[in-house]
């Protein structure tokens, strides 16, 4: 079984550049999740996504962050203008939704060094 | 609001000893609890899931457990190894799937 996939794996932009990330989740993984990991501190919730509807977005900052999953399965999210406090690595995560007990799986993450 | 609290932040012990992880919440109202294992410059790989009506679960040299009332997890690791290096998080799976990790803890074993 293939598992979540991101990329790139890494960018360096400059500090009111845009960039975009890309997730492909695993087949038939209706929830997918964004999640902000800043260096040595814990994974934060940035979106989560039901199919191609949005869950729970309250932690995204919406001036300079979006995100979508159009067809329900792989899904985008942009930054535009970059800051620098937006260096972080962004994971990608998805689950089933068969029951409440899955294991929830995460990519390698794109890592992102705003200069 | 769930709070997750991983204490100690970092962890350093020398090879073959056994170690005990935490991982405390504040909302005992979770569907199940999950360890994940962090690699520099890696995403996170899911080491154990324990159900909210587990008390425990093991994998190999690991061990989790969840104590819902006291609103605490444990992860166990036993006969530790250099390659057991690495950041250990503990996230709570709650309802409308709503999910709050810990801070990590991050483990160096020394040979």
């Known amino acids: 079984e293939a598992g979540v996939a991101q990329s790139p794996r890494y960018k360096i932009i400059e500090k009111r550049q845009s960039v975009a990330f890309w997730c492909n989740p695993i087949?038939?993984?209706?929830?997918l999740y964004w999640y902000q990991q800043i260096l040595g501190q814990g994974p934060k919730l940035l979106i989560q996504f039901q199919n191609n509807g949005v869950v729970d977005d309250s932690q995204l900052p919406k001036d300079r962050f979006s995100a979508e999953r159009l067809k329900g399965v792989d899904s985008t999210l942009k930054i535009q203008p970059a800051k620098l406090e937006d260096s972080a690595v962004y994971l990608c995560?998805?689950?089933?939704?068969?029951?409440?007990?899955?294991?929830?799986?995460f990519g390698e993450g794109s890592w992102l060094t705003v200069v | 609001k769930q709070e997750v609290t991983q204490i100690p932040a970092a962890l350093s012990v020398p090879e073959g000893e056994n170690l005990v992880l935490n991982c405390s919440f504040t909302d005992s109202a979770i569907y199940n609890l999950q360890w994940f294992r962090q690699d520099p410059g890696k995403g996170l790989t899911s080491l154990l899931l324990?159900?909210?009506?587990?008390r425990e679960q093991t994998s190999g040299r690991l061990n989790a457990s969840l104590d819902k009332s006291s609103g605490r997890s444990t992860l166990y690791i036993a006969a530790s190894q250099p390659g057991d290096s690495a950041t250990y998080l503990c996230l709570t799976v709650q309802g409308a799937q709503k999910l709050v990790f810990g801070q990590g803890t991050r483990l160096t074993i020394n040979p």
């Open positions: 995560a998805s689950r089933t939704n068969r029951g409440t007990g899955n294991t929830i799986y």
């Open positions: 324990i159900q909210s009506s587990q």
């Open positions: 087949s038939g993984h209706a929830t």
